[in-house]
């Protein structure tokens, strides 16, 4: 038997599942692609979008990459935004990190981890920014919070970016959230009250 042959039972079996409580599910999934909301989180395995709020394929689009980042210059991220803004007018933008980040501890250390140090600093721009709060704490305390403040931050960048901003101009209604999920326990917590309009975002 193939290593991989049980992903494949393992799909035939989704299917299955998924047909039996409604049996035209697929031939509607592949007619349109109409999601709310738009997911910006890390690409930890721990972390699965869909599952996690409940929702079914079609209802998330998702962008997954080291500890959440929406970094200005990325234009992954940012192309998906637009994607999402202009052609799919989601109604929510989800930014959601999470405790017990890689991402987050590593910019913490003071080792070096290779390339992935690059994408790192944005991370350590954002503890440098709390440093006076950050600096207060310890241990796990601390990586908590910055994966805290990391979500918060990259949710200002979503507000800050181009798509988003212009759709506001145009009048189109987006709120942009920022979430934590602890992974110890599955639950997702708000960090801040969503932000809808440019006049919310912090100048």
Not at 7 to 22: E, G, K, M, T
Not at 55 to 60: F, K, S, T
Not at 122 to 144: F, P, S
Not at 183 to 191: C, E, Q, S, T, V
Request: proline share 3%; charged share 25%; aromatic share 8%.
């Amino acid at each position: 038997m193939n290593e991989l042959d049980h992903i494949f039972q393992n799909n035939l079996d989704w299917v299955d599942s998924i047909r039996a409580n409604d049996g035209d599910f697929f031939k509607k999934l592949a007619e349109q692609q109409t999601p709310d909301y738009l997911w910006i989180g890390c690409s930890d395995s721990r972390v699965p979008a869909n599952q996690l709020m409940g929702l079914l394929p079609g209802d998330v689009f998702v962008h997954r990459n080291i500890a959440n980042m929406v970094v200005h210059a990325d234009f992954n991220a940012l192309a998906v935004i637009q994607f999402a803004v202009e052609y799919l007018k989601v109604k929510h933008i989800i930014v959601c990190g999470h405790y017990l980040c890689g991402g987050v501890k590593c910019a913490l250390s003071q080792d070096r981890f290779g390339v992935i140090d690059s994408w790192l600093r944005h991370i350590k721009d954002v503890a440098y920014l709390h440093r006076d709060e950050l600096d207060q704490l310890e241990g796990r305390e601390k990586e908590n919070r910055l994966c805290e403040l990391n979500a918060i931050q990259q949710a200002q960048h979503v507000c800050e970016s181009p798509p988003v901003r212009d759709a506001w101009e145009r009048g189109q209604e987006i709120s942009v959230h920022a979430w934590i999920y602890g992974i110890a326990d599955g639950k997702i917590n708000k960090l801040q009250p969503p932000i809808m309009s440019a006049d919310q975002v912090r100048k």
